[in-house]
């Protein structure tokens, strides 16, 4: 199915309500608010949710699994796939849970920023807070791997390629499967791992979050 204008304008209306939303939840955590962010609401999440990573952790297996079949557009979708699963759903909902004590507002704002239609880096400012508090280094100055290219430019980057794969059927190669995978493999190693390893926590070998010793992806 092609992605013609009525699925632009409806693109459109979405990210009008969610940029209102977005407005509201910056009202409602506001620096006060981030300021006494709960550490240990954050830990408490992820340890009665364990299986919380699952999706991420299966979509870039599977990934590396379509490059070794030569597969690269399925990859490289399977790739940004996993990275938006592992800022959405591994980091923002448990900070969400953490920032706000509350648990139906807790529930509400965490159901808007999942299901949000746009960039799921409108929130990467949230999570660059939480990043620094946890570990002292800034989320926005992180670079894929040891390269200097910026790891969130990077993710939005590959977001939009996902899409133009998707709703435009453009193919994909080798090179661009591996970057993407690349990007994917930083996402994990240098955001959510060390986020957890800070709470005491760390990944088994399915990807689930618990007192585990953590190592990086393959």
């Known amino acids: 199915m ?3 204008e ?3 304008r409806r693109d459109a209306m979405y990210d009008a309500m969610y940029d209102e939303m977005y407005d509201a939840i910056s009202n409602e955590i506001r620096e006060d608010a981030i300021g006494e962010f709960s550490s240990d609401r954050l830990r408490s999440y992820y340890v009665q949710n364990p299986r919380l990573m699952r999706p991420a952790w299966y979509r870039f297996q599977q990934g590396m699994q379509l490059v070794s079949n030569q ?9 940004a796939s996993s990275m938006e699963l592992f800022f959405r759903f591994t980091l923002l909902r448990p900070v969400v849970y953490g920032l706000i004590h509350h648990e139906r507002l807790a529930d509400a704002v965490s159901k808007s920023v999942l299901d949000g239609n746009t960039g799921f880096t409108k929130y990467t400012t949230l999570l660059g807070h939480i990043y ?7 989320l926005k100055k992180l670079a894929v791997g040891n390269t200097d290219a910026n790891l969130i430019k990077k993710c939005n980057e590959l977001q939009d390629r996902r899409n ?4 435009h059927g453009e193919t994909s190669g080798r090179t661009e499967a591996l970057y ?6 930083a996402v994990l ?13 760390g990944l088994s070998g ?3 979050i618990g007192p585990f010793t953590t190592k990086s992806a393959e």
Not at 164 to 167: C, D, E, F
Not at 180 to 185: E, G, K, N
Not at 189 to 201: D, I, W
């Open 2 to 4: 092609s992605y013609d």
């Open 6 to 8: 009525a699925d632009a």
């Open 71 to 79: 597969h690269y557009e399925a990859a490289t979708i399977f790739f």
């Open 132 to 138: 620094a508090q946890l570990l002292g280094v800034e």
């Open 164 to 167: 133009v794969l998707v709703h």
């Open 180 to 185: 993407a995978q690349a990007v994917a493999r």
């Open 189 to 201: 190693n240098q955001v959510v791992k060390p986020m957890l390893v800070a709470l005491g926590l």
């Open 206 to 208: 399915d990807g689930d």
